[in-house]
C-alpha cells in the first residue's frame, strides 16, 4: 500500500526530483496522545525500529528530548498534518536524522522556501529530502542571495519564483549570487530586460553557464542565422546545446532549402523560415521528418557527414565571430565580396 507522503509525491509538481528514498512504508495511524511532543518522536521512533532502524535517544533527558521534539511541533503548528511528518521520517530516515540534529535549520530553510516561493510546507520537505545535503552544507543566507537574483530580473515572488525553483533547484544551493548577477547584467548587452526575465525562467541553469560560451552562441544565431533576439525567449535549449549542434542543425536546413538567411533590405523575396524553437528544441525524429522535411536517416547520415568534416577542417573557430557594433561593418565587407557576374546582352 503506498503511504500518504508516496500518493502526494505522484500529485506534486516536485515529481522530477530523483532518489526520493527506497523504503516501503505502510500507513500508521496516530493515536491523539501520540500527534505531538516527546509522545511523536518516540512513535517515529518505534516505527522506524520495525524497519531494524534504530536511533537511539536521550528518552532519560527530558530536556533535550523537548529540544529534540520542537522543531516538528513547529511543523504541526503551523498546519502541518502530523502524520505527513511521520511518513516523511519513514519514507526517508535521513530526515529524522536532521531533523533530530539540525531541526532549527531545518525549519528555516523550510520556511524560506515558504516565504518567498509560497511553496506550501509538505512540497517545500519534498524537495529538502531530495538535497538535503546540499541544502544544509549552504548558510542560510546565501540561499536567499541566489534567490534574490531572479527576483532582481523581473522574477516575481511567490508562483513564478517556485516554478523557477522547481524546474532547477541547484540555484539554491550552487553558484556564486555576485558572479550570477554579472552575468546576468551582462545578457543587456543583447536583450531587453523582459527578454531576460522570459530566458531566465525557461533556462533558470543559464546562471551557471560562462558568458563567453552564450555570447558565442548568441553571436551565431543573431548574426549568421539572422533571428532577432525576441525569438530566444521562446526556445529552451539554446542555452545547453553545444554550439556545434547549432551550427549542424542550421547547416542542414540550409542544405534542404529550408531556411534562408533573412536579408532585410530584401524583405519581399524573404522566405519564411522555421523558428528558432522548432529548430533547435525538438528532438532528432521532428527535427528531420517536420522541420526539415527529409528522413531521420538521412539526419543521421548527415550528423556523420559533419563530423568527419570537422575532422579534417580542424578549425580553431567555428565560425568568424563578429561584435555587435561591428555588424553593419561586415555586412558590407560580404556583400563587397560577392563574386560579380557579367552582364551579357543576348
Request: charged share 30%.
Amino acid at each position: 500500500m503506498l503511504s500518504r507522503i508516496t500518493r502526494s509525491f505522484l500529485r506534486s509538481r516536485l515529481i522530477t526530483f530523483r532518489g526520493y528514498s527506497t523504503i516501503e512504508t505502510k500507513e500508521v495511524l496516530l493515536k491523539e496522545n501520540e500527534n505531538k511532543g516527546i509522545p511523536f518522536v518516540r512513535k517515529i521512533t518505534e516505527e522506524l525500529e520495525k524497519k531494524d532502524i534504530k536511533y537511539i535517544l536521550p528518552i532519560h533527558d527530558n530536556e533535550l528530548m523537548l529540544k529534540i521534539a520542537k522543531p516538528f511541533d513547529y511543523l504541526t503548528k503551523i498546519g502541518m498534518k502530523p502524520e505527513f511528518i511521520l511518513d516523511a521520517c519513514l519514507y526517508d530516515p535521513l530526515f529524522m536524522k536532521v531533523m533530530v540534529k539540525n531541526g532549527d535549520l531545518v525549519i528555516k530553510i523550510l520556511d524560506i522556501l515558504v516565504e518567498m516561493t509560497c511553496m506550501t510546507y509538505e512540497n517545500a520537505i519534498r524537495l529538502f529530502t531530495v538535497y538535503k545535503d546540499d541544502l544544509l552544507a549552504v548558510d542560510s543566507n546565501s540561499i536567499i542571495s541566489r534567490l534574490q537574483v531572479f527576483i532582481n530580473v523581473g522574477i516575481n515572488e511567490g508562483e513564478e519564483l517556485c516554478k523557477v525553483v522547481c524546474k532547477c533547484p541547484v540555484i539554491l544551493f550552487s553558484g556564486d549570487p555576485m558572479q550570477s548577477t554579472i552575468l546576468l547584467e551582462s545578457l543587456a548587452n543583447f536583450f531587453t530586460r523582459n527578454q531576460i526575465k522570459a530566458i531566465v525562467k525557461n533556462s533558470p541553469q543559464i546562471i551557471f553557464k560562462n558568458f563567453e560560451e552564450i555570447e558565442e552562441k548568441y553571436e551565431y544565431i543573431y548574426f549568421l542565422m539572422g533571428i532577432e533576439s525576441e525569438e530566444f525567449k521562446f526556445c529552451k535549449t539554446w542555452v545547453d546545446m553545444p554550439l556545434d549542434e547549432i551550427i549542424k542543425r542550421h547547416e542542414f536546413l540550409m542544405k534542404c532549402g529550408r531556411y534562408v538567411t533573412p536579408d532585410p533590405k530584401r524583405l519581399q523575396l524573404q522566405k519564411e523560415n522555421p523558428p528558432l524553437y522548432r529548430i533547435l528544441d525538438t528532438n532528432d525524429n521532428i527535427f528531420a521528418t517536420q522541420v526539415g522535411g527529409v528522413t531521420v536517416e538521412e539526419w543521421y547520415a548527415y550528423e556523420t557527414l559533419h563530423e568527419k568534416m570537422k575532422e579534417l577542417e580542424k578549425k580553431d573557430k567555428p565560425f568568424e565571430r563578429i561584435k555587435p557594433s561591428m555588424r553593419k561593418a561586415y555586412e558590407r565587407r560580404i556583400k563587397k565580396g560577392l563574386p560579380k557576374n557579367d552582364f551579357i546582352i543576348e
